[in-house]
């Protein structure tokens, strides 16, 4: 088995939209070890993330991990010891654009 640290993605959503963020790839089996939001609005924002096994449809409340403000021109970071197997599927969202979403961790193929 092969592990590989990396960035596992980073994203600028549209504002209001569940997006993919990250897919655990075919065969693969992924720790995310942390996380950083960072909001480039003069004004608070609003996200969510969720995790969704297998690629699951969005089955709100279950699969949510957070709900969570920001305040303009900060950030958040979370260390998170999360488990993923194949095709499941990291989402964010937030009530408005420019804010970014990184996702770090270990692929092990």
Avoid at 25 to 33: C, D, I, K, L, R
Avoid at 75 to 104: E, P
């Amino acid at each position: 088995m092969t592990q590989t640290l990396k960035c596992l993605a980073q994203l600028v959503p549209t504002a209001n939209t569940l997006t993919d963020l990250y897919v655990v790839p075919a065969a693969t089996q992924t720790a995310v070890s942390s996380f950083v939001i960072f909001n480039s609005n003069s004004s608070s924002i609003n996200f969510l993330m969720s995790v969704a096994r297998g690629g699951a449809a969005d089955m709100f409340p279950a699969q949510y991990i957070l709900n969570q403000p920001i305040d303009g021109y900060d950030s958040f970071v979370g260390t998170i010891g999360m488990s993923l197997n194949t095709t499941d599927v990291v989402r964010v969202q937030s009530d408005t654009g420019n804010v970014a979403f990184s996702l770090f961790g270990t692929e092990n193929t």
